[in-house]
């Protein structure tokens, strides 16, 4: 079939070296040779424009002496059809496999970039940051691939592609276990020659010993684990300009890497930091059962060293989840070490304790007594300890050394704006264990008290923790007598040290985002100690955090019940997080502010605090509460973070610029500040700025990328340019797509199917909302989606949403179905009906877009006053339209029609602010051609504008 590549068969008769393919030149009528890019193990590669679909490709060309071979062929049909499933960004797309002209070809994406190898030529070696975002795209390609079941055996820099902005590819998947045949292993003895190509020649030879795993070396099953031996050699040599052993015969290349373990990169140049040269060090492990075990943990730690590792949910409030459930954890052991002293006046002493030097021989006190240490030091009520897994993962992205020594600790101490740092040593003196710890001052490093205790055995290791706790505590300047801090030390000394270290462990990875580890670490903490309640409240706060609801209430029912061996503090703090998280704000309040009263430091409450206002719409308090916090730690990113969003939802949104500007001046790659920016700048009326802000954002990650396309595309709506949002919309969601993303790619449907819906595109529009709404039951596009339906005409899909969302447990997804009830009620011009339901809809959760329904309804039944009441209570809470379901996405367009109707109410009970609504609302939408409310503003604006000639 012309413009076709056919089939091939073995029997095809080949014409390779009689055709000449130059620029301008057609392969089989559809393949326009556009440029020779140059030549290959293969093959030679082509850059071609494949008419038929008009897309630019890259064209393989395969040499004659390998499509010749009916056994080769086969392998390649194999394995290209796995490989041609393969989609994704990291991931060279192939297209086609077929025969031309006499000529055999692979038609794959084309990438307008180089080779790495080409860039290590060109550099030698790269940054290490530069070098581990390469690698992180890399693994997350690889990841994909693997999952399909697809190994590449021949990942090299000739294979990965990289582009004009920094996006890395892999090319040649299924290809390489296709070459992988006994007929083109070499044999050991034979010369290594390295080609242009990268591929060992030896005769028909392909392969790349210089790139290989030990067990390809040794000619064994080679599985994913193969791959990311090889990522380690790259990454090797991205950061050291070398291959560590790929030098000498190609016998001695290949013995040397099946049995000889290279050393970290680290060793080779002590610039390279810590925790990167481990990453490598882990991937090149000799025993594949010591590497990693996926590549999913790979981009894991790489995430976590670049700063970038994604929430679980893309709702800024999951940050801010995971912040509060670990400030549950603060220090946090199951000890009931002190009663609270009687609070006295004091300035807020902040502390972090180091790891302490075990010198006893016995592995158990490793990081065991550290958090014990904690709970001592927070009997105080002016004591606020900084959280020790934070500090560490912090301390790892500054340093090339993980561990939180007393200087790591001062560096964060200092970092952080923490007074003091508690360090201590472990050592024995015969048969005993002596503790000595010493409180520092962080910035002069000048020894403010020294305490030392003795136990005569490993468990009374915990009463000398308490011990020595007290005589720091006393130092730093709390009035309580020591016996009274020491009263309760018989039942802290019931815990196992044993899990007082799984618990210490379990802490770390939750930091590190590790959550099947952390699970793990708590499971065995409660297995070596069933009543550990805070180890429950960890794995509780876990599941909470992965949506999985059920599981989550009954480990904290769990550690409600495990509540005797815990400090007054761990009481407030596990009770009210448990209230956060079903959703009794009243009582999670009412715990966090018994909290304040005795300890009134305690970040760890404050923050907690501000969450329950936030989600009681509270915003005022909210941000008082996180200004307190950020009093407290003026440089902590998270908290400023969320100062300046709890700022943009109370309407504050000078404050939340500067908090933002302040932050982004801190850390220029905080994703979340720019988005509050963004949003801020916009509802202040300065579009421009927001525009610039959220290309500044863009040009971060992928993940900044597609947030500032929905950034984009809100003010697009907002102004009433649906067109232009189209626009940004599609290849957005292409993207996502690509990325493995579908709930991003779903929530920009739902803003496809509102610009079609004012383009008057019914049919568009409903289309996009049906792909946007399948298989979910989230609020924030279930109720778009119903609203797009009942525009369209199609009421009963949108009483199946309501439906849906009237199901969900929470408040505000009950709320949003109420609110889709109302509007069938309008539209029936049930006014009445619809007030009622509205009104309860208000006395489940009190939403903005509730608000604003309720102002129209009462409009429209003629009560203006009561309109104008709840039209003006939306003015006021204004914040909260810049992202109606308070999960960070952009919804400002929503805001608009207030001014229409806020218009409307004005004008009927005579007020002459009516022209200014109207004027207002023209200013967004007046250019809209389709804007019906437009059409009426313009209308009502000239009547009024005649009355008032009129008087005159």
Not at 426 to 442: F, H, M, P
Not at 482 to 511: H, I
Not at 831 to 855: H, Y
Request: with cysteine; proline share 4%; net charge neutral.
């Amino acid at each position: 079939m012309p413009g076709w590549s056919k089939a091939f068969t073995p029997s095809d008769v080949l014409a390779y070296a009689s055709v000449l393919l130059h620029p301008g030149s057609i392969l089989g009528g559809r393949y326009e040779i556009l440029q020779a890019l140059g030549e290959g193990g293969m093959g030679s590669v082509f850059k071609a424009r494949d008419r038929e679909v008009d897309r630019v490709v890259a064209l393989k060309v395969i040499r004659p002496e390998l499509a010749g071979s009916q056994e080769m062929l086969q392998r390649f049909r194999q394995e290209l059809v796995l490989a041609s499933k393969i989609t994704h960004r990291n991931v060279v797309r192939i297209y086609d496999l077929g025969l031309a002209d006499g000529m055999r070809f692979i038609s794959m994406e084309y990438i307008d970039g180089r080779e790495l190898m080409d860039i290590l030529r060109q550099r030698g070696k790269l940054p290490v940051r530069e070098a581990a975002e390469i690698m992180l795209q890399v693994c997350k390609g690889l990841s994909v691939a693997h999952a399909e079941g697809v190994i590449h055996r021949d990942l090299k820099p000739q294979n990965i592609m990289v582009d004009n902005h920094g996006r890395a590819a892999v090319m040649d998947f299924g290809i390489a276990h296709s070459l992988d045949s006994k007929s083109y292993i070499p044999q050991p003895g034979q010369p290594f020659v390295q080609g242009q190509s990268g591929l060992t020649v030896i005769g028909a030879l392909l392969g790349t010993p210089r790139y290989m795993s030990p067990e390809q070396a040794r000619s064994r099953r080679v599985d994913a684990r193969s791959d990311l031996f090889t990522v380690g050699l790259i990454f090797y040599e991205l950061l050291t300009g070398e291959v560590p052993g790929s030098k000498g015969s190609l016998g001695e290349v290949l013995k040397e890497r099946s049995t000889k373990q290279i050393k970290p990169p680290a060793e080779v140049d002590a610039s390279i930091p810590r925790p990167v040269s481990d990453i490598v060090g882990r991937c090149l492990q000799l025993d594949p059962e010591h590497r990693y075990q996926s590549a999913d943990k790979v981009v894991e730690d790489l995430e976590t060293w670049l700063g970038i590792r994604k929430r679980q949910s893309r709702d800024w409030r999951a940050i801010a989840a995971i912040a509060t459930l670990f400030v549950l954890l603060l220090g946090a052991l199951t000890y009931t070490i002190l009663r609270p002293a009687a609070r006295a006046p004091h300035s807020p002493v902040k502390i972090l304790v180091s790891d302490f030097a075990n010198k006893s021989g016995n592995p158990v006190l490793n990081n065991t007594l550290e958090p014990l240490m904690n709970s001592a030091l927070e009997g105080a009520s002016f004591v606020d300890t900084f959280d020790r897994a934070r500090a560490r993962n912090t301390l790892s992205m500054l340093s090339d050394s993980a561990k939180l020594d007393v200087n790591g600790a001062r560096l964060i101490a200092q970092r952080e704006g923490l007074g003091v740092v508690v360090g201590g040593t472990i050592t024995r003196e015969g048969s005993k264990y002596v503790l000595s710890a010493q409180a520092i001052n962080s910035r002069t490093g000048k020894i403010i008290d020294s305490e030392r205790a003795k136990a005569s055995s490993l468990e009374g290791l915990k009463a000398s923790v308490a011990k020595v706790g007290a005589g720091l505590r006393k130092a730093l300047g709390d009035v309580v007598p020591q016996s009274q801090q020491l009263e309760a030390e018989e039942t802290f000394s019931a815990t196992s040290l044993e899990a007082a270290q799984q618990y210490e462990l379990a802490q770390g990875f939750q930091v590190a985002g590790k959550s099947e580890d952390a699970l793990n670490a708590y499971k065995r903490c409660i297995a070596l100690d069933p009543d550990f309640g805070r180890a429950y409240a960890g794995i509780a706060a876990i599941l909470a955090n992965h949506g999985q609801r059920q599981e989550a209430e009954k480990y904290y029912r769990l550690a409600m019940s495990k509540m005797t061996r815990m400090t007054e503090r761990e009481k407030y703090r596990t009770r009210g997080g448990y209230y956060l998280h079903v959703g009794d704000y009243d009582k999670a309040i009412e715990q966090f502010t018994q909290l304040e009263k005795q300890y009134p430091f305690d970040s760890a409450g404050m923050a907690n605090m501000a969450m329950a206002y936030f989600e009681q719409r509270n915003m005022s308090a909210a941000l008082d509460q996180a200004t307190k916090v950020v009093d407290l730690y003026p440089d902590n990113l998270l908290q400023l973070n969320n100062l300046g969003l709890y700022a943009m939802y109370a309407g504050d949104f000078n404050k939340a610029i500067a908090e933002s500007e302040r932050l982004l001046k801190m850390s220029p790659r905080f994703e979340k500040a720019y988005l509050c920016l963004a949003l801020s700048q916009f509802a202040k009326g300065d579009a421009k700025a927001a525009t610039e802000t959220y290309h500044k954002l863009a040009a971060l990650s992928e993940s900044g990328a597609s947030t500032a396309a929905v950034g984009l595309a809100d003010i697009a709506l907002y102004q009433g340019r649906a067109a232009d949002a189209i626009s940004i919309l599609k290849p957005s969601i292409e993207k996502d797509e690509a990325a493995h993303e579908p709930g991003r790619a779903a929530e920009k449907r739902v803003m496809m199917g509102q610009a079609w819906l004012m383009l008057n595109q019914k049919s568009k529009a409903t289309a996009a909302a049906r792909e946007a709404v399948n298989g979910t039951n989230d609020q924030s596009l279930l109720y778009p989606g119903a609203v797009i339906y009942l525009e369209s005409g199609e009421v009963e899909k949108a009483l199946q949403l309501s439906r849906i969302l009237s199901q969900r447990f929470e408040p505000d997804p009950r709320a949003y179905g109420k609110l889709i009830e109302a509007e069938v009620q309008m539209r029936h011009s049930d006014f009445r009906q619809a007030v009622q339901t509205l009104e309860a809809a208000k006395s489940i959760a009190d939403t903005w877009m509730g608000r604003f329904d309720l102002g129209r309804a009462y409009l429209d039944a003629g009560a203006y006053t009561e309109a104008d009441t709840e039209l003006d209570a939306c003015m006021n809470r204004k914040g909260e339209a810049t992202s109606l379901f308070l999960d960070d996405e952009p919804t400002w367009r929503y805001f608009v029609p207030i001014f229409y109707y806020q218009g409307r109410a004005h004008q009927e009970l005579l007020s002459p602010a009516a022209a200014i609504d109207y004027r207002n609302y023209l200013a967004a939408r007046g250019n809209d051609p389709y804007d019906r409310l437009a059409a009426d503003a313009r209308k009502r604006l000239n009547s009024l504008d005649v009355a008032v000639s009129e008087l005159h």
